[in-house]
């Protein structure tokens, strides 16, 4: 039996929280597939779970930058690497007992990956593995399928105080 996860909301830990469940999975033998999108594949988390033995994580090609400074060709030609991303992992879940689509509900607000497609795809996959999806307001569609969701809200950050992204803890 598998259940839907999405961890949400405005503070720290969506990814490391998705982390965290995909290193526990795999240390009891579950096979685990992890993905991200928007970022670039040097967090030093993939760094990490490469070096797990049961883990496959998939980096999405090339980069797009941030959504806001992006013409409307360049938006389109994301959308077309986005879904042709999620369509990759989503075949090669057919061989794994977790899949970690982290950013995922971020590319279905902005339009990258259809949210009809994403719903499709935990429907037809919830009975057989876990589906773990992070990211800032996730669509209520997908809370409504989800099993567990977990909010994790900003109380404070040192980003508010203009100290940037440190490797190793936000990246």
């Known amino acids: 039996m598998g259940l839907v996860h999405i961890y949400c909301g405005e503070g720290k ?6 982390v965290g469940l995909a290193v526990r999975a795999a240390g009891s033998g579950m096979k685990v597939v992890f ?3 928007f970022k670039t594949g ?3 988390e993939i760094k990490s779970m490469e070096n797990i033995n049961n883990i496959t994580c998939v980096v999405m090609e090339g980069s797009f930058g941030r959504i806001a400074r992006m013409t409307e060709e360049q938006k389109n030609m994301a ?5 042709e991303h999620f369509d990759k992992v989503a075949a090669m879940a057919k061989d794994y007992d977790m899949v970690v689509f982290d950013e ?3 590319a279905v607000n902005h339009g990258m990956v259809d949210l009809e497609k994403v719903i499709c795809f935990i429907k037809s996959n ?7 999806l992070t990211g800032r307001n996730p669509k209520p569609e997908l809370t409504e399928l989800a099993d567990y969701v ?3 809200k900003k109380i404070k950050h040192p980003f508010d105080n203009g100290i940037k992204a440190r490797k190793g803890i936000e990246f």
């Open 13 to 18: 830990g969506k990814t490391t929280a998705s």
């Open 35 to 37: 993905t991200q999108f």
């Open 42 to 44: 040097i967090s030093s």
């Open 79 to 83: 959308k077309t690497a986005f879904t």
């Open 104 to 106: 995922l509900n971020s």
């Open 126 to 132: 919830r009975e057989n593995k876990e589906i773990i």
């Open 150 to 152: 977990s909010e994790i």
